[in-house]
Nanobody, 120 residues
């Protein structure tokens, strides 16, 4: 069993910053990658940022230059530093982990989500 626990969401004014964390625990054999997604009301869930266990990153165009994803492999924790926040960043943010639970078992896990609200 694998669990992802997110923290760090909240209410912030436009231009402010927040840092999200997501810690993975349980039967983890090897971590492959961790991602942050977000879903605004009435919208589809979208990929915000991706990081591999080796540190390679990708970002959605809408957050490039403002958000930074990082990973602590020893702690199996991924972070999302969000700066210069805009009202359009308001959404529920979800952590996603792609990992091996054994040498032959690979799966995809989701956190419970954390609300980020940016006021104008």
């Amino acid at each position: 069993q694998v669990q992802l626990v997110e923290s760090g969401g909240g209410l912030v004014q436009a231009g402010g910053s927040l840092r999200l964390s997501c810690a993975a625990s349980g039967s983890i054999f090897r971590l492959n990658a961790m991602d942050w997604y977000r879903q605004a009301p009435g919208e589809q869930r979208e990929l915000v940022a991706h990081i591999s266990s080796g540190g390679s990153t990708n970002y959605a165009d809408s957050v490039k230059g403002r958000f930074t994803i990082s990973i602590d492999n020893a702690k199996k924790t991924v972070y999302l530093q969000m700066n210069s926040l805009k009202p359009e960043d308001t959404a529920v943010y979800y952590c996603n982990a792609k990992l091996w639970t054994s040498a032959i078992m690979y799966n995809n896990y989701w956190g419970q989500g954390t609300q980020v609200t940016v006021s104008s």
